[in-house]
Each structure stands twice: as C-alpha cells, then as structure tokens.
C-alpha cells in the first residue's frame, strides 16, 4: 500500500470519527443529522487555517534548506575540482624535483670525474718536479717526431680539461637552479593542496549538514502535510453536516407546505392555467439557454531559451552511439560523490565513500572512454579539453555534452550530462538519486555544449 494511500485512509478515517463524534452516523440518511454548532465549525476552520500556516511555513523552510543544499553541492564540486587539479600540479612538480635531483647527481658525478684530473694533473705536476708536466714529458721524449705528437696531444687534452670543467660548471649551475625551482614549486603545490584539501572539507561538511537539514525539514512537511490532510477533512465533515442538515430542514419545510387543503372540487379550469403551468419550472429544455461546457486545452508552457553560439563539425555517430550505450548501461546506478570513471563505477569520497556509483563527470567520463575519447576526468576538464567543438544549444545532436556554471567562467563549472536527443539527456544528477533519463533543461546557469565525437 502506498504511502499516499495510507495518508488518506488515515484522513479518511479521522473524518469519520469527526463525524461520529458531532452525533452524524454514516449510512443513517433518514435520521435527522446533527447541525454543528458555529463555535464547531469556527475551531475546526481555525485549526485548518493553523495547518496550513505551519505547512506554508515548512514549505518555504524546506524550499531555503534544498537551495542551500544545492549550493552547497555545486561549490562541492567545484572545491573538489580544485582539490584535483592542484594535486595534480604537486605530483608533476615532484616530478619535476626528482627529474632535477637526478640531474644534479649527474653532474656531480661528472664533476667528481673532472676533479680526478684535475688532481691527477697536480699530481703528475708535483712528481715531475715541476709545475708544467707538459714540459717535462716533451723534454723525454725519445725522438723529434715523438717530441711533435705529445705536444699536440698535451694542447688537445689540456683544451679538453677547460671545456669540461666548464661545461661542469654550467651543468652545475643548471642543476642548482632546477633544483630550487623543483622545490619552490613542490613547496607551492603542497601549499595549494592544503588548501585544496580545507575548502574540501569545508565543502563536505556544508554538504552533509544541508542534506541533513533537508531531510529532516522534509519529514517535518511531511507530518504537518498529514496533520493538514486531517484538519481540512475534519472541517469539510462538519461543514457536509451542516449542509445536510439545511437540505432537510429545507425539504421538510417544503413537503409541509406542498400537503393540499381539501376543499369542493372546481367545476371549470381557467384558461389560462395550461400557459402557465409549463413555464413555471421543471427541467430546461433542450433547445434553450444551457450549454455544455467547452473544455479549452492548456496552453503548452514556453521554452526557455538557451544560449547560443558553437563551431563544432559533424559528430561520429559511432562514438556518440557507443558513448550514449554505455550510459544507458548505468541507468539506476546511484549518484556517488567523487565516485566512478574512466574504468567504470566506483566508491566516492566523503559523504559518499560508501556508495558505488558516479557524480556527473564521471559517468560522462566513462561513456566516452567506451569510445575510446578521453575527454577529462572533472566537467571544468571536459569542457577546457574540448572547448574549440562548441555546439549552439539549438543545434544538439546525440552525443553532446551539456554543462551548467555559477559563473561566468568555465572554472565555475559543476554540473556535465550527456545529450541523447529528443530533448533528453543521461545524467548522474545529485545526492539521493541515481544515474536516470531527464529532461533537457536551461536557465540562467546554463553554461554551454560540446561535441566531443566531432
């Protein structure tokens, strides 16, 4: 049995023992009923109208908690985004460090070779007795000839010391460099990674506390609804009592007045009895002056208008089809913060880290890794990545992907579905949902399409 079902047997159930209570029996319809007292139906009018002020009330609670829950949600997103795109940037700068580290090892081993002949040099120099070997190996040589080679072996190697302890210098210099611009840059992603990592959880914990909010002022709508329900069937007893109770006094007053008094029949008929009598009441005829009522068709509500604007080319109907396919094998799969990719579904992050499904990105992420498209891993991402294939919003086709912004930028990113056609797209939506089929929509953060498959 349905929840709404059981609302209103309950309503229904509270309406009758109202009833009871007031001396009116169901079923009973040739007993006199019970008018209700005016004090009667003024309270229960006063409790309705207290009912509908504490569902008024509610309501508008409830419409404030869902819009700061999805505020929450899309800064969520776009902290997340952030918290990725700087980590990220810290693991390539340790990269980066440890690619200079390794050439600074490089060329100090170089170096270290360097100063062995150099102290080689020195020490041929100190054993010959003096300070140019040079010459002290030409002096022995053994012929003009020999004399001749090892000067120009000396010149040539002596040239070859300087150039190499130049270029050990320079290499050194170099690495140095690298090696400071490493680790300021690892200094600064790690930096920005804590932020990262604080605006996340700030983030996580305004979108835990607003859907708690939600669900708990949701309840509360729903308990006030009920007790509304009730109010509103208590007072609509009493007033059908009432209105049963006129309807009898008014159908006894009019059978009294209706019994003939007897009196010497009338020997003739005036004339003019036979005109009067079929005008005086009765059903309308046919052909007079009622009319059936014309029920008039809605009028069907506007589109809104979507932005326009795009250069993409055709799409590959194979990859969008492809991609469109392994979307629709996900339908019913829940939404999951942080969750799936690439690879297929996973587990999210926190407050999801128990639930196996997708957010937004990553389940366009998959659907066209199955075309064997990469096109990014977070929406800000699939957007930058294929930003030259822009699609008007009027030219959609199958395949496309549609984004929604809090700005003007496309680093205020936080929402990505995928287009099938028919005014229809594929969609992990939010917390409490799963991956289904909606309705194309537009509005003020409309973003943008892409067509990835061009």
Not at 5 to 21: D, E, I, N, S, Y
Not at 158 to 169: F, H, K, P, Y
């Amino acid at each position: 049995m349905s929840a709404s079902r059981r609302l209103a047997m309950r309503a229904g159930g509270l309406a009758v023992a109202a009833v009871l209570a007031i001396g009116i029996a169901p079923g009973t319809a040739a007993a006199a009923p019970t008018n209700p007292s005016d004090s009667q139906i003024a309270g229960a009018q006063s409790a309705r109208d207290q009912a509908a002020a504490a569902v008024g009330a509610i309501s508008a609670q409830l419409a404030a908690a869902q819009a700061s829950a999805d505020a929450a949600h899309q800064q969520a997103q776009i902290a997340l985004q952030d918290y990725e795109d700087k980590q990220a940037a810290a693991e390539q700068a340790q990269a980066d460090s440890t690619a200079a580290v390794a050439a600074s090892d490089a060329a100090d081993a170089a170096r270290d070779q360097g100063q062995d002949a150099v102290d080689e040099f020195a020490r041929s120099s100190y054993m010959g007795g003096t300070t140019s070997p040079g010459f002290a190996s030409l002096i022995t040589s053994g012929s003009p000839s020999e004399f001749i080679e090892r000067a120009a072996l000396l010149e040539a190697a002596g040239a070859g010391r300087s150039d190499v302890l130049t270029e050990l210098t320079v290499l050194q210099g170099q690495a140095e460099d690298a090696e400071t611009q490493a680790a300021g840059a690892l200094a600064t992603a790690t930096t920005l990674q804590a932020e990262a990592e604080q605006s996340l959880a700030s983030a996580q914990s305004q979108e835990s506390s607003a859907r708690a909010q939600a669900d708990t002022i949701s309840a509360q709508s729903a308990d006030l609804q009920a007790q509304l329900t009730s109010a509103q069937q208590t007072l609509y007893g009493l007033q059908g009592a009432r209105e049963a109770a006129r309807q009898q006094a008014a159908a006894a007053a009019a059978a009294a007045a209706a019994v003939p008094t007897r009196r010497a029949p009338v020997a003739t008929i005036p004339s003019s009895s036979s005109s009067s009598g079929s005008s005086s009441g009765g059903a309308p005829s046919s052909g007079g002056g009622s009319s059936t009522p014309v029920a008039t068709a809605p009028t069907a509500p506007t589109a809104p208008t979507a932005p326009t604007g795009g250069s993409a080319g055709a799409p590959s109907a194979s990859a969008a089809a492809t991609a469109i396919s392994a979307a629709r094998s996900q339908i019913g799969l829940p939404y999951s913060w942080g969750g799936g990719g690439a690879n297929g579904p996973s587990y999210g992050i926190t407050p999801d880290t128990s639930i196996y499904g997708f957010d937004c990105s990553g389940l366009t992420e998959y659907a066209y890794a199955r075309a064997g498209i990469r096109i990014g891993g977070t929406s800000r991402d699939q957007w930058w990545n294929n930003r030259n294939k822009q699609v008007d919003a009027g030219g959609l086709q199958p395949g496309d992907l549609v984004f929604w912004a809090s700005g003007s930028s496309y680093t205020s990113i936080y929402h990505v579905a995928l287009y099938i056609g028919g005014n229809q797209m594929i969609e992990a939506a939010t917390s409490g949902t799963d991956v289904r089929v909606s309705s194309m929509r537009y509005g003020s953060d409309y973003y943008g399409a892409l067509r990835p498959s061009a």
